[in-house]
């Protein structure tokens, strides 16, 4: 309801919350993959030859998730008025995503080595 200026505050309130709320999710997601990303290398390393080709592919689904989940979160950050949740959320996707685009380059850069030296 809109009808009143409480209900109108109210149903405001309520859109709020459910913005905030929708970043949760994505952040969530955004935590695990960069938990994923900074223990890839021991994996690549450990892994055989011949299915390290599985390891650059998941590699790259894996940064593309991340990107993905910061798109998520800034499409509802757009609609949210308060400049201090939009200001923690934008240094938390900073430091979430900060250096993993570098992460990435090294271990494709890791499994190509491992293609072409066995």
């Known amino acids: 309801p809109k009808q009143t200026e409480d ?26 993959i960069a938990e994923i990303l900074n223990n890839a290398g021991d994996v690549i390393r450990a892994g055989k030859s011949s299915v390290i080709s599985d390891a650059a592919i998941g590699i790259d689904f894996l ?7 910061r798109h998520n979160v800034r499409i509802n950050l757009k609609y949210i008025q308060d400049d201090g949740f939009r200001e923690s959320a934008e240094n938390r996707m900073k430091i979430l995503t900060e250096g993993r685009k570098k992460l990435r380059k090294g271990y494709l850069a890791t499994i190509q080595e491992i293609i072409t030296s066995r």
């Open 7 to 32: 209900e109108k505050a109210a149903r405001t309130e309520a859109l709020q919350k459910a913005y905030q709320a929708a970043t949760e999710i994505p952040f969530a997601t955004m935590e695990l």
């Open 63 to 69: 940064y593309s998730s991340l990107k993905a989940c």
